[in-house]
């Protein structure tokens, strides 16, 4: 028995190792999803992995809901993980390596009702409010691209403003404008 084990020594090295080489593979392979914001507002940044081997973060979506709050009152709101994954597949779609640029992200009903008193285009039940809405841009992708791409995605409502450079995204039912 002894002589089998001894013979069997260099093929169980041989694959320890060969499982070594490949561990640093397997590590880069797991589902991570990272996001990169700057908030015109706050002139803040956050670069957050936010979900790994599909799995959400809480603490990456506890540090989303802390940068995405209402930068006028410090109110909070979950943000809703599937605007997330909106803003992941949209950037991959578009084969974009830059940081979102955040115009403005939850709203609380103050806020909303302030902006509406100066706007026409704010909604009165705004999907900002349920945090499930986002106005970004991206520099390193023309508006219109990131427009259409969102609208072919078929995943939540897509409103283009192209006057204030930013696109507005939101999860609730696929319209645009």
Sequence with gaps: MCIKAASLLPSLLGVVAAAALLAPERAVSVDERKLSFYHTHTDRRLDVVYARGGQYL????????????????????EIDPALLDLLYDLQAAVGSHGRYEVISAYRSPQTNQMLRSRSSGVALKSQHM????????????????????????????????PESDFVHLDTARVRRW
């Design 58 to 77: 809480d603490d990456g979506l506890d540090q989303v809901e802390t940068f995405l709050s209402d930068f006028r009152t410090g109110d909070r709101r």
């Design 130 to 161: 349920a945090g499930k809405a986002i106005d970004v841009r991206l520099r390193d992708v023309p508006l219109k691209r990131l427009r259409d791409t969102a609208i072919e995605m078929q995943r939540g409502g897509v409103g283009y403003y």
